[in-house]
């Protein structure tokens, strides 16, 4: 009996000496009132984002549909692995099986998502290539304006070679080229980044490639180099 008493005592000896200051210490905090001060940023009309007011938003803003979509590079990198699984509910979102089949890794040509995945990147391409050649309303690119573009697009050209292999290394708006083999890309991905680096800014930005960005794909792109170049 003395025993079942003592075991009665533990719950209101534990609630007796438990914690009672659960005041969180804040590091920062950001309310409804306060206004988020972003000196010479504007407002993405996509995201009611801030972003930098510098022309090159015409090949940043393609990552937003050329990512994020359902039928995009999404659907290729995500639903194919163990990541995410879009399941049919009822009569939903079975959507003629492609969902299956990019799960299975049954990939057709006639894939919206694969489809998506290429015409989405090279519309990124494109638009840094126009910027390149023909520069902002404001005129040609800066040095840094320059590099940040490059590195965007060795940024989508490196999306387009880890999905398909084979792509197009096209540097002109509207000139197309013969296909490149995966090691040819990843050599011209990995000389993109490497002229660029040093022109990119290494503080922080939002929404644009800085140096630490181009360093993060560029060991990306070397711990996957077995694979990429088959050495």
């Given at each position: 009996m003395k025993i079942?008493?003592?075991?009665?005592?533990?719950?209101?000896?534990?609630?007796g000496f438990g914690c009672t200051d659960l005041d969180e210490e804040l590091k920062?905090?950001?309310?409804?009132?306060?206004?988020?001060?972003?000196?010479?940023?504007?407002?993405?009309?996509?995201?009611?984002?801030?972003?930098?007011?510098?022309?090159?938003?015409?090949a940043y803003s393609t990552l937003l549909t050329g990512t994020a979509n359902?039928?995009?590079?999404?659907?290729?990198?995500?639903?194919?692995?163990?990541?995410?699984?879009i399941t049919q509910k009822g009569g939903d979102w079975f959507d003629g099986g492609i969902w299956l089949n990019m799960h299975r890794h049954n990939f057709l040509p006639t894939n919206d998502g694969l489809n998506?995945?290429?015409?989405?990147?090279?519309?990124?391409?494109?638009?840094?290539?126009?910027?390149?050649?023909?520069?902002?309303?404001?005129?040609?690119l800066n040095t840094e304006q320059e590099a940040s573009v490059r590195a965007l697009r060795a940024y989508i050209f490196w999306r387009?070679?880890?999905?398909?292999?084979?792509?197009?290394?096209?540097?002109?708006?509207?000139?197309?080229?013969?296909?490149?083999?995966?090691?040819?890309?990843?050599?011209?991905?990995?000389e993109e980044?490497?002229?660029?680096?040093?022109?990119l800014p290494t503080s922080e930005i939002y929404g644009r490639m800085n140096q630490y960005a181009a360093y993060a794909l560029l060991a990306r792109?070397?711990?996957?180099?077995?694979?990429?170049t088959g050495t």
């Open positions: 079942s008493y003592k075991i009665l005592l533990i719950p209101f000896l534990i609630l920062s905090q950001l309310n409804e009132n306060q206004e988020v001060k972003n000196p010479g940023f504007g407002i993405s009309a996509n995201s009611n984002t801030p972003v930098p007011n510098d022309g090159l938003g015409p359902h039928n995009s590079y999404f659907s290729v990198t995500e639903v194919s692995t163990d990541e995410a699984v998506g995945a290429w015409v989405d990147n090279y519309r990124g391409i494109f638009q840094c290539n126009n910027l390149l050649v023909n520069g902002t309303a404001e005129g040609p387009l070679m880890d999905l398909f292999g084979n792509i197009k290394l096209t540097q002109l708006p509207e000139v197309d080229v013969p296909q490149s083999t995966r090691t040819e890309a990843f050599d011209f991905i990995e980044l490497l002229d660029a680096i040093p022109d792109l070397y711990l996957n180099a077995e694979v990429y």
